[in-house]
C-alpha cells in the first residue's frame, strides 16, 4: 500500500513542539516569540545535483538540510527555535524517510529546536528549511559591520568539502581516511552555534563560509565598505597528510570551495584574549587569518606581504565557478 502525503508527515515528521503554541497539523504553526527578543528568519533550499550528489545517504541529506540554517543561525549570532521543511520526493520510501528524519532529528535535539510546518509534494529531489530564531535587539551580527583595524579571524580551517567533491567526481584521489573526513564534512556539517552566541554583541561582522572563504569574505567586505587583507601563511591547515594539506588542490579548496560552514568574523584587537577563551571553552580552534583595512574587495599576502594573484574563486548558482 502506498504512503499518503499525511501518513508521511504524521510517521515521520510529527514530533512534540512544546515551545509552539500549534505547530504540524494545521494550515500553519503558531509561536509566540520571546518578549523583547527580535525575530531572525533565514531560508535555504538544496537540489539534488547542484548542493549534493545522487545517492547521498539520507542520514546526510537530512542532517544537511537543517545544518545549512543553522549556520545562518550562528552567522547572526541568534538563537535558533523553530524551522519549517518543504519536502519534494520522487517516490515515497518508507525506509529513505525514516534515515531523513533521523539525520534531521538529531541535529534539531542537539540544538533544541522544533520543526513546527512545511510541506511535501512530488518531484525531483529537494528540499527547503525556513527557520526562525531570536537575538537579543542591536545585538545581532550582521556583514556590515566590520570596521577599519579589526581582526579577521576563521572558526577552522576550509577546503575538506571541496576536496570531498572533487574525489567523487573522479577528479582527486583521496586515502580512504582522508576521504571520509573531507567526505563528513561535505556530507555532515557542524553549524557553529554556540560560537557565534558567544560573539554576539563581541564580534564587529560575521559571515558563514558557504560560497567560498574569499568569496564570503567579499560579501563582508562590500557590506562593511572595507577591504579584506588575508595572509596566506595564517590560514589554517586541514588535519590532513602534509603531501594533502600543502597541495594546490587543497589550496584552491580552502579559498574557493563552498560548503564549509565555519564563521569567518571580525572583532577589536583588543577582544584577543577573551576570543581565544572563547575558542578554548567551546573547543574549537579559532584562527587570527587577517585585518580590516581602508578600501574594498579581498586582498590575498603572503607572508612577506606581497599581494598574491588568484583566479576568481567561489560559488554562483548562476554564473558557475
Avoid at 92 to 111: I, K, M, Q, S, T
Avoid at 229 to 242: A, G, Y
Wanted: hydrophobic fraction near 45%.
Amino acid at each position: 500500500m502506498a504512503l499518503g502525503e499525511f501518513d508521511l508527515i504524521r510517521r515521520y515528521f510529527s514530533r512534540a513542539t512544546p515551545s509552539a503554541l500549534l505547530g504540524i497539523g494545521d494550515d500553519a504553526a503558531l509561536v509566540a516569540p520571546t518578549p523583547g527578543q527580535a525575530l531572525v528568519v533565514a531560508a535555504d533550499t538544496l537540489v539534488e545535483g547542484h548542493h549534493f550528489f545522487a545517492g547521498t545517504a539520507p542520514e546526510a541529506l537530512g542532517w544537511k538540510a537543517l545544518a545549512v540554517n543553522l549556520s545562518d543561525m550562528a552567522a547572526m549570532g541568534a538563537t535558533p527555535r523553530w524551522f519549517t521543511l518543504c519536502l519534494t520526493l520522487p517516490a515515497a520510501e518508507p525506509d529513505w524517510l525514516a534515515g531523513f528524519a533521523a539525520g534531521l532529528y538529531a541535529l534539531a535535539e542537539r540544538h533544541q529546536v522544533e520543526l513546527i510546518g512545511g510541506d511535501t509534494t512530488g518531484g525531483p529531489l529537494a528540499f527547503s528549511v525556513q527557520i526562525l530564531g531570536e537575538v537579543a535587539p542591536g545585538q545581532a551580527l550582521r556583514r556590515a559591520g566590520a570596521r577599519i583595524g579589526d581582526d579577521v579571524w576563521l572558526s577552522g580551517p576550509t577546503g575538506a568539502a571541496a576536496l570531498a567533491v572533487e574525489a567523487r567526481y573522479g577528479r582527486l584521489t583521496l586515502a580512504p581516511d582522508d576521504l571520509a573526513y573531507c567526505a563528513n564534512r561535505l556530507d555532515r556539517p557542524e553549524p557553529r552555534v554556540e560560537l557565534g552566541l558567544a560573539l554576539a554583541g563581541l564580534a564587529h561582522a560575521a559571515i558563514d563560509i558557504s560560497d567560498g572563504l574569499l568569496a564570503d569574505a567579499g560579501h563582508l567586505a562590500a557590506c562593511s565598505g572595507v577591504a579584506v587583507h588575508l595572509h596566506t601563511d595564517l590560514l589554517p591547515s586541514l588535519p590532513l597528510p602534509p603531501a594533502l594539506a600543502n597541495s594546490a588542490a587543497a589550496w584552491r579548496a580552502a579559498l574557493g570551495g563552498g560548503d564549509d560552514y565555519e564563521l569567518c568574523f571580525t572583532a577589536a584587537p583588543q577582544q584577543r584574549a577573551t576570543i581565544e577563551r572563547i575558542g578554548e571553552k567551546l573547543g574549537l580552534p579559532l584562527t587570527r587569518i587577517g585585518q580590516i583595512e581602508a578600501g574594498q574587495g579581498v586582498r590575498l599576502l603572503d607572508d612577506a606581504g606581497r599581494p598574491q594573484q588568484v583566479e576568481r574563486l567561489g560559488f554562483d548558482h548562476f554564473a558557475g565557478k
